[in-house]
């Protein structure tokens, strides 16, 4: 990424899962190093913890993600919530924590000048997770099984002069049950923001990067450091804009070198195990 830096009130991340090998860390890390925001939600499954048990291999390069979280709030004052997902559960013991600029929470109520937004990774929602934990952890290991195979099957892609194809992502739009999990999903944290007097939801959880209206409430997903790369804006308080890796790259570019947008954009398409740019 070039050296411009865009200014904002927030920046909501989640589901990055560092210590798993299908973590997009290089490219989350040089975004963090572009952007200087006042506030920084870390919204669950930063760190997998699953992963972690079952493998027992942290990757060199997931600790500058960490390091710099850690020198955005000693040098930018940045404050940092993180809020904790089903993968890195094991901080529901010790919440909740505060370090000075570091909160770690189990929810947040971030406040803005149209009313409150609950902050939630929001896996609470998913009756598998919560009623089944086994069934969701044999579901994490057929994931990474997936993510593997997509790995594999991309390169073969990428030989052939193919582009990036996710098979989850088909997946998911392919199976009935899996968009209907979705949508009761939505409509779940919908009900729980209303109940919490907010006028709309951020969470993260299942993937699915989104900005839509649900009813009356504002339902906003962050979706994912795996294979979406996408991360909510505040760009001042209250207004709130989706961006995926590519565009936010382009967008920093652009206004650097004045290249045209689509031009730019193609510097920034993400290579499976490649930062491109």
Same mark, same amino acid.
């Given at each position: 990424?070039?050296?411009?830096?865009?200014?904002?009130?927030?920046?909501?991340?989640?589901? %990055?899962?560092?210590?798993?090998?299908?973590?997009?860390?290089?490219?989350?890390?040089?975004?963090?190093?572009?952007?200087?925001?006042?506030?920084?939600? &870390? =919204?669950?499954?930063?760190?997998?913890?699953?992963?972690?048990?079952?493998?027992?291999?942290?990757?060199? =390069?997931?600790?500058?993600?960490?390091?710099?979280?850690?020198?955005?709030?000693?040098?930018?004052?940045?404050?940092?919530?993180?809020?904790?997902? =089903?993968?890195?559960? %094991?901080?529901?013991?010790?919440?909740?924590?505060?370090?000075?600029?570091?909160?770690?929470?189990?929810?947040?109520?971030?406040?803005? $000048?149209?009313?409150?937004?609950?902050?939630?990774?929001?896996?609470?929602?998913?009756?598998?997770?919560?009623?089944?934990?086994?069934?969701?952890?044999?579901?994490?290991?057929?994931?990474?099984?997936? &993510?593997?195979?997509?790995?594999?099957? =991309? @390169?073969? @892609?990428?030989?052939?002069?193919?582009?990036? &194809?996710? !098979?989850?992502?088909?997946?998911?739009? @392919?199976?009935?049950?899996?968009?209907?999990?979705?949508?009761?999903?939505?409509?779940?944290?919908?009900?729980?923001?209303?109940?919490?007097?907010?006028?709309?939801?951020?969470?993260?959880?299942?993937?699915? $990067?989104?900005? @839509? !209206?649900?009813? +009356? %409430?504002?339902?906003?997903?962050?979706?994912?450091?795996?294979?979406?790369?996408?991360?909510?804006?505040?760009?001042?308080?209250?207004?709130?804009?989706?961006?995926?890796?590519?565009?936010?790259?382009? !967008?920093?570019?652009?206004?650097?070198?004045? &290249?045209?947008? +689509?031009?730019?954009?193609?510097?920034?398409?993400?290579?499976?195990?490649?930062?491109?740019?």
């Amino acid at each position: 990424m070039p050296k411009a830096k865009l200014h904002c009130e927030s920046l909501f991340l989640s589901d %990055i899962h560092l210590g798993t090998p299908d973590s997009k860390v290089d490219e989350v890390t040089q975004l963090l190093k572009k952007i200087r925001c006042r506030k920084l939600f &870390l =919204n669950g499954d930063i760190v997998d913890g699953w992963h972690l048990r079952r493998k027992g291999v942290w990757p060199a =390069n997931h600790t500058s993600f960490i390091r710099q979280v850690l020198k955005m709030m000693e040098k930018q004052d940045t404050e940092v919530v993180y809020i904790r997902g =089903n993968h890195d559960d %094991i901080l529901e013991k010790f919440l909740p924590l505060d370090f000075g600029r570091l909160r770690i929470v189990d929810e947040w109520i971030h406040h803005t $000048p149209q009313g409150d937004y609950l902050v939630v990774h929001g896996d609470g929602f998913d009756h598998v997770t919560t009623g089944h934990r086994w069934l969701a952890k044999l579901g994490a290991v057929g994931y990474d099984f997936l &993510l593997r195979f997509n790995r594999l099957y =991309n @390169r073969w @892609r990428a030989w052939r002069g193919r582009e990036y &194809l996710s !098979m989850s992502k088909r997946i998911k739009a @392919r199976v009935k049950g899996a968009v209907g999990f979705i949508g009761r999903y939505e409509e779940q944290l919908q009900e729980l923001a209303r109940r919490r007097k907010c006028c709309g939801v951020i969470c993260g959880h299942i993937h699915t $990067p989104e900005d @839509r !209206m649900v009813g +009356d %409430i504002h339902y906003l997903n962050s979706g994912d450091w795996v294979e979406s790369l996408t991360a909510i804006i505040e760009w001042e308080a209250g207004r709130f804009e989706l961006f995926d890796y590519a565009h936010l790259g382009a !967008m920093l570019f652009e206004r650097e070198t004045g &290249l045209a947008a +689509d031009a730019a954009r193609q510097r920034f398409t993400v290579v499976p195990g490649k930062l491109a740019g």
